[in-house]
Every structure is written in C-alpha cells, then in structure tokens.
C-alpha cells in the first residue's frame, strides 16, 4: 500500500554497510528485504524492514560520487528522508514550477527498479529529499 | 497502532519551524497535528502529518540547548530518528547492558506527554535516535 508522500524510507551512510546493517538488526531487530550494487551511482546499498518501516544503508563504492564527498565532509549518519508518491513526473514538474531546485528534472531507475528523484537541500531547509514511485 | 520499532517520526532541526511547516504543508501536503512550547529544553516543537508518517519541527527558543549548539554546528535539517518502542525502560535496559551509550538512562515526558529517551550518535554509527513508548 503506497501513500501519496508518506515516508518510504530513511536512507544513512555509512562507511561499512555491512557494519551499519549488523548493528540495526540488534539494535531495531531489522531484517534485511535486498541488497544491491549499483555501479552506475557508486554506491553499494543495504535496505532493511525496521517494524512497519524500511532503513537504507549506503556504503559509496567510488572515490568521486556524491555519497563519498558528503561521507568525508559530514560522516557517518543521515543521509536523506524519501517519500512515496504517486505520480512522480507530475510531482517534478510542480516543483519545477514552484522554485524547488530539482537534482533530477525526470526520474531515474533506484534501488528495486523503482522510479527516484532528489531534490537538492538548499530548497527544503537542508534536507536532501527522494521522491519514490513505486513501480511493481 | 504501535509498532515495536517501526519509525515513530523524524525530527528536523529549524530556524524558524513555523516555515519550516509551512514549507512541508507546500511541499508534502503535510497537515498540523499538534505544536508545543517545552521551557524545560528550549524548544518550540510543531508535530506534523504527513501521510501515514510524522515529521518533527524544532527550534531552539534558548541559545544554550543541546539543539541550539547543533543548529549552529550543523545548520537547518535532519535532526534525530524516533522509533516507537513498546516497553522503554526496558529497551533502555538492554541497550546499556550491551554497551550502547545512553543520554537518557531513564525515560522523561517528550512532546505530547509520551516517554521518551535519547541514544547517543556516538553508539549508532552518527544517527541521534530516540525511542518512545506511547502513553495514551
């Protein structure tokens, strides 16, 4: 059941997935629902059912993406909050339309096959946000 | 309904958390729930709904609180992970005996008068989680 912008997930990272994984099954009694690399993106991600809820663990996988240079300035930690939508071209362009500056203008295939995009935290008061539209 | 362990909200540190809200209510069609002015930490908190999922808006109202110092360290954004636990004291009871370093040893009255407790980022690879047991 997917809600029009509830919270999909909470994404961290970390600098050793596997690590992070292993401490949220016995802190949270996480179980793991996948695990991909996604070479494209540099990053290699552990996804876990936390209750009614899911984590993301990104480990970057290269020196030079985006999740290694906000490891080395910020470390450890939050990462982003992403949000289930509906329609996800729909919700870009009233965004678009509104001021937001978008990161991806059209979405990108993310971990599952699902279709992303981020939005950049200078628009949203300093969190970085992903829209998710699921796509079964 | 109560998850043990699922995300209870996630708290976003703000200048201004009535923007911030207003900003959410825009962007997320986010809708209040409740606001509160809590002396005894200097915060003045907005709850908000967004979906199924709550967000947490805080700003500081005192220049030497915890969440004063981490404004101005890390600027406007994510703040803590709260997870809906059922029995606290004993969470907290376990998480110390395996180590974990506690900032609340006891659980105190949170926003809305739930107990709540605080597990330092030092012990959980950088995130500020909270647990919270409802009190209805």
Known sequence: ????????HVALVARDAEAVAQHYKNMLAATEITRDDIPEQGVFVILLQVGDSKLEIITPTV???GVARFLDKRGEGFHHVA???????????????????????KPRKGIGGHLVAFIHPESTHGVLIELVQHVD
């Open 1 to 8: 059941m997917i809600h029009k912008y509830s919270i999909d």
């Open 63 to 65: 020196d030079d993406s």
């Open 83 to 105: 949000y289930a939508v509906e329609d996800i071209e729909l919700e870009l362009a009233r965004l678009e339309s509104e001021g937001y500056r978008l990161i991806d203008s």
